[in-house]
């Protein structure tokens, strides 16, 4: 009997099997959504337990979730149209089609911290105290939400035979004479590069380091000052996002300038003015109200 090994890179192809996880009658249920649902999940009971460890109640985090939802969501989705208007345009109805993919992590953070702020105005609680708390669990689930991006086949970057590369299909479309879901510059080419991996990778390691750092503050060493982990956050995401966003062939584009790009410069900027304040000036940051010491970070 001869064996024929020749299928076996087909057998473990590394590509999407689909976008749908289970269809019942009319209803369907998305990887996308599932993932972002799990993130979610996940984060309000993370968020909850450090908390506990601050000495702050935890039911002021899941207050705050609800708030953080009702801003990120539509500011993820609004952000993302804004740079694609063209797209949706002909057809406005798709634009509240957000089970098929098509939001931006920068739109939901914006929208998020809006939120915040107006939760804590309300709450009269320190925004900084609260963005601490919030912060692991956010780059956590932009690490499990980027697998969204797998499932849909989407957010990819250019062509590479690398042992990793990522499979996208041509799906032939009749009307248009080509193969729809890869870039029209290289619909002959098979295999990509998954930028959404090496996203989630990138997050999993900024994720290690702010909660390494927030359980070694407890014991205060090193003693971190509110605001610290949230504004380490921005460069330390924001570098990654920065060299990953040029592989990709789907970025959001204002002129010749690629937008995650733009905005992760500005973050790096940003959080590393903020650590300054904080260290080097040695000044609190500005805030809705004054961290209360029990909470501190």
């Not at 790096?268 to 260290?279: E, K, P, R």
Request: glycine fraction near 10%.
């Amino acid at each position: 009997m001869v064996l024929d090994f020749s299928i076996l890179p087909l057998a473990f192809q590394f590509t999407s099997p689909g976008p749908i996880l289970v269809k019942i009658g009319p209803i369907t249920i998305r990887w996308y959504g599932l993932l972002i649902a799990t993130a979610v999940l996940i984060g309000v009971m993370l968020s909850q337990y450090l908390a506990k460890r601050r000495n702050v109640n935890p039911e002021l985090l899941s207050d705050l979730f609800f708030w953080l939802l009702i801003g990120a969501i539509p500011g993820a989705r609004l952000y993302y149209v804004l740079f694609r208007w063209s797209q949706y345009a002909p057809n406005p109805g798709s634009i509240f089609a957000i089970w098929e993919g098509g939001i931006a992590i920068h739109g939901a953070i914006i929208g998020g911290v809006l939120a915040a702020l107006i939760f804590a105005k309300l709450k009269q609680v320190s925004f900084w105290q609260l963005a601490d708390l919030v912060a692991p669990s956010l780059i956590l689930g932009q690490a499990i939400g980027r697998w969204g991006n797998f499932f849909n086949s989407e957010a990819f970057g250019g062509p590479t035979n690398l042992p990793w590369k990522l499979y996208i299909p041509c799906n032939f479309d009749k009307v248009m004479q080509r193969c729809v879901g890869r870039p029209l510059e290289y619909e002959n080419f098979d295999y990509f590069h998954p930028t959404f991996l090496y996203e989630s990778l990138w997050d999993l390691m900024v994720f290690t380091l702010l909660i390494t750092l927030f359980f070694r503050s407890l014991s205060g060493k090193p003693r971190l000052k509110v605001g610290t982990l949230f504004l380490l956050y921005w460069p330390a995401y924001s570098l990654g996002r920065l060299w990953i966003e040029g592989f990709r062939t789907d970025s959001l584009m204002l002129g010749p300038l690629r937008m995650a790009q733009v905005v992760s410069s500005l973050g790096i900027f940003f959080g590393l003015a903020g650590l300054a304040w904080l260290y080097l000036i040695n000044r609190p940051l500005p805030d809705v109200v004054p961290p209360t010491k029990g909470d501190g970070g």
